[in-house]
Structure formats: C-alpha cells, structure tokens
C-alpha cells in the first residue's frame, strides 16, 4: 500500500506562480515512477509530468517550459513548480505512483492522492 498526499495548490492570478508537494509514504515498490495529473470538471484527468527513479522526467506539452517536475532520491517527496501559471491551468491536481517503467497515461497509476486544487484567475 501507498499513501499519498498533496499540498500546495491555492488561488493566483494569470502569470504567477504556485509549488505543489506530495509526500509518498508505505512500499516503495510502487514508485518507480511519480506523476502529477490534472482535472477539470467534465473532462478525463490528464498528465501533466512523470518523474521516474532514474530523475527521468516527462512532460506535457502544454507545461514544457513552464512547470518543472521534482523528487528526491527516495521517491518520498514529489514537487511540481508551476510557472506562468494560466486560467487554462486551473484544476484539481493528483500526484500519483506506478511500479512500471515508462508510465505516463493515468491508467498506468495505481496509488493516487485526494488532489489539491488550483485556481488561476484572469
């Protein structure tokens, strides 16, 4: 089992900036890789960035240059800098884990947090 929960989300206005965390706890056996997902009311949940053991990261295109995906070498702390931040990035967002290498689509996450939500007004 793995516990997950995130932190950090809030309300900012268009071009600033917020920090999420997520502390990782129980078997590190499912943590090969560490994401941040995100969703919207009436939409699928969406990933965002995936950082693996190896400090592999993966981004969505539409976060490349602006949001930068971060862990320590235990896997236990997963950070998500959001930068020009935009009304477009407004959502919940989830941290989550898998044990398989490569993970990127929310499918291939077994372990999520409860989300913790951002608010980007104009």
């Known amino acids: 089992q793995v516990q997950l929960q995130e932190s950090g989300g809030g309300s900012v206005q268009a071009g600033g900036s917020l920090r999420l965390s997520c502390t990782v706890s129980?078997?590190?056996?499912?943590?090969?890789?560490l994401g941040w997902f995100r969703q919207v009311p009436g939409k699928e949940r969406e990933q965002v960035a995936t950082i693996d053991r190896n400090s592999r990261t993966r981004y969505a295109e539409f976060v490349k240059g602006r949001f930068i995906i971060s862990s320590d070498n235990a896997m236990t702390t997963l950070s998500l800098q959001m930068n020009s931040l935009s009304v477009e990035d407004t959502g919940m967002y989830f941290c989550?884990?898998?044990?398989?290498?490569?993970?990127?689509?929310?499918?291939?996450?077994?372990?999520w947090g409860q989300g913790t939500q951002v608010t980007v007004s104009s």
């Open positions: 989550a884990t898998s044990a398989y290498g490569g993970s990127w689509t929310p499918a291939s996450f077994v372990y």
């Open positions: 129980g078997s590190t056996y499912y943590s090969r890789v």
